[in-house]
């Protein structure tokens, strides 16, 4: 069966990653409709899409025009009712899965094509326990893109037992084709491929910071300038969100009960004490 060419999408949630990916697919031509809970959050995620647009602009990857019209193909809700005619729908909301659950088991009521995508942006949560949360998983799949958005150029695409493969094609096609991102594969595992790898990486440099193994800045230059990476492990977490990596790991733990996904006291207290990094103005580093 041959589906639509995908021009309509809903993205739910306009965070750090949900703005990200409603502006990679405005600027690939696509109407988008994103979902905020309230007016204030949309236009903070609007004010958001639009600072990025900018920088796109400055550093001379979109022109001003393309930047206009993707602001025009943008528009905001706040009742998911709205989300009926859309072909694909990526969920973006916090890392926590009964609020996801929530989300899918109400997407699958309201949005009419059978053949939809209804995608997840999840770090950790396997996809099955949100496609249980629907009556046809066959259209639920995770497409997981990395932050930023527009710069980073994977995305992680992860079939459950469930996931028709019409909707693993047109999921894949839409990320290549249309946002000519490139897609890997991952089994239907807590944390895939890339956070499976990561996460316990940037926990052991908090253990290392914590024990007093060396001091935040020692740790983060010595992966920059020992190891070429853009940016060392503390801010990195920043960049990703306190709240963010500790959901992941937690999820992580729950699946494969391995000490090296637990999460680390001081990442805790520092969840607790709103730290959640850069989101926040401050995390391991302060924010202006
Ligand atoms: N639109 C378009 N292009 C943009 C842009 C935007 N909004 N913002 C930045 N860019 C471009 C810049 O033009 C620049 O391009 P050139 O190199 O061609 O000039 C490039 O992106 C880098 O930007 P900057 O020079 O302004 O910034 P930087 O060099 O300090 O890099 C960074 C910033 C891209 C964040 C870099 O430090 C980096 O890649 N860090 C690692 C990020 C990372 O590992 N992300 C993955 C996190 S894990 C995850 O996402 C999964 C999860 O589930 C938690
Ligand atoms: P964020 O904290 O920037 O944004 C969270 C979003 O969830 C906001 O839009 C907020 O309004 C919404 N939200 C919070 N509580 C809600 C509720 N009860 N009902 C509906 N919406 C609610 O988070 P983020 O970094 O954009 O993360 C969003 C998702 O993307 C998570 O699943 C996260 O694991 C995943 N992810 C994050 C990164 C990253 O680097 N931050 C990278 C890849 C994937």
């Not at 025009?65 to 905001?76: H, K, P, Y």
Request: aromatic share 6%.
């Amino acid at each position: 069966m041959t589906s639509e060419k995908i021009q309509r999408v809903g993205v739910i949630g306009a965070g750090i990653m949900g703005a990200g990916i409603a502006e990679v697919c405005a600027r690939a031509h696509v109407d988008v409709l994103v979902f905020e809970q309230t007016r204030e959050l949309a236009a903070a995620g609007r004010a958001r899409i639009l600072r990025s647009l900018d920088r796109g602009v400055s550093s001379g990857k979109i022109t001003e025009r393309e930047r206009e019209q993707a602001a025009w193909r943008l528009r905001f809700t706040s009742d998911l009712g709205d989300f009926a005619d859309r072909q694909l729908v990526v969920e973006a909301v916090l890392e926590d899965e009964k609020v996801k659950s929530a989300i899918f088991a109400e997407l699958d009521q309201v949005v009419t094509d059978p053949n939809a995508v209804l995608a997840s942006n999840t770090s950790s949560i396997p996809i099955m326990k949100l496609g249980i949360a629907t009556k046809a998983p066959e259209r639920v799949i995770g497409m997981h893109f990395f932050n930023p958005v527009p710069v980073l150029p994977l995305v992680e695409l992860v079939t459950t037992l469930k996931t028709s493969a019409a909707v693993s094609e047109r999921a894949e096609q839409f990320a290549s084709e249309v946002l000519g991102k490139q897609v890997v594969r991952s089994a239907d595992r807590s944390g895939f491929v890339v956070n499976a790898l990561l996460v316990p990486y940037l926990l052991s440099a908090i253990r290392m910071v914590e024990s007093g193994f060396a001091t935040k800045d020692d740790v983060d230059r010595a992966m920059v300038l020992g190891c070429n990476h853009p940016m060392g492990p503390l801010a990195l977490t920043d960049l990703v969100g306190l709240d963010t990596v500790k959901s992941i790991a937690d999820s992580m733990y729950e699946e494969f009960k391995e000490p090296l996904y637990s999460a680390p006291p001081l990442l805790l207290r520092m969840v607790e004490a709103g730290l959640v990094g850069k989101k926040s103005g401050a995390g391991f580093y302060e924010y202006g």
